[in-house]
């Protein structure tokens, strides 16, 4: 059987290796003796991983996939008002009120810009506990449908009606929720949209 030429330098390795590893003589005549040998690297077509454009075995990665996330389990930071408390306790809002942060119990979360806000919605009562600390938003019907960060700022889009009771609850509304997303979301800043609309524009609307 003749091997199929390729190129003349690597037949010439080939038969190289051939003379001295498996001890080939010449017959008579001088012509050479064929002798069986195994298939060289020349010949043989790899089966192993498959390799990108550029001929390099791309890397096997471990890590989930960017738009996964693993759930979390922390205390979820909330905002309520300290009413006349003259921003003693937290930033001062409104009229004379404070904004105070509080924690929940430890949840389990995804997203902690959706679960910090749920937890503020949920809440429909007036007072939180025997705190003295007062839910502007308890009167209103909202709830959480996206989120999202761009640089320091952070959007939240809310759907359902908002209630106000005058002048003095309607900063204390959009306080609560401002810094209750900001907190989230590690921002500075915060933009809340009810049916797509700034919240301060649906306040003044009514």
Known sequence: M??????????????????????????????????????????????????????????????????SAEPTTAALTLFYVAVGDEG?????????????????????????????????????????????????????DLDYVSSAVDGDVVTVELSGTVSSGGTCDDPRIIGQLEYTAMTAAGTGEARILVGGKELEEVLSAK
Do not use: H, Y
């Open 88 to 140: 003693k306790s937290g930033p001062q809002i409104g009229c004379g009120d404070s904004l105070v942060a509080t924690e929940t119990r430890p949840e389990e979360f995804t997203n902690q810009i959706e679960a910090s806000i749920d937890a503020l919605l949920d809440g429909d009562e007036e007072m939180l506990g025997e705190s003295g600390l007062r839910n502007a938003l308890a009167g209103s």
């Open 2 to 67: 003749r091997t199929q030429r390729t190129s003349p330098a690597p037949l010439a390795l080939v038969l190289a290796v051939l003379m001295l590893a498996a001890g080939c003589s010449q017959g008579p005549g001088g012509e050479m003796a064929e002798s069986p040998a195994p298939p060289t690297s020349a010949s043989t077509e790899t089966s192993a991983s498959p390799t990108s454009p550029g001929g390099s075995t791309p890397a096997q990665s471990t890590e989930p996939a960017a738009s």
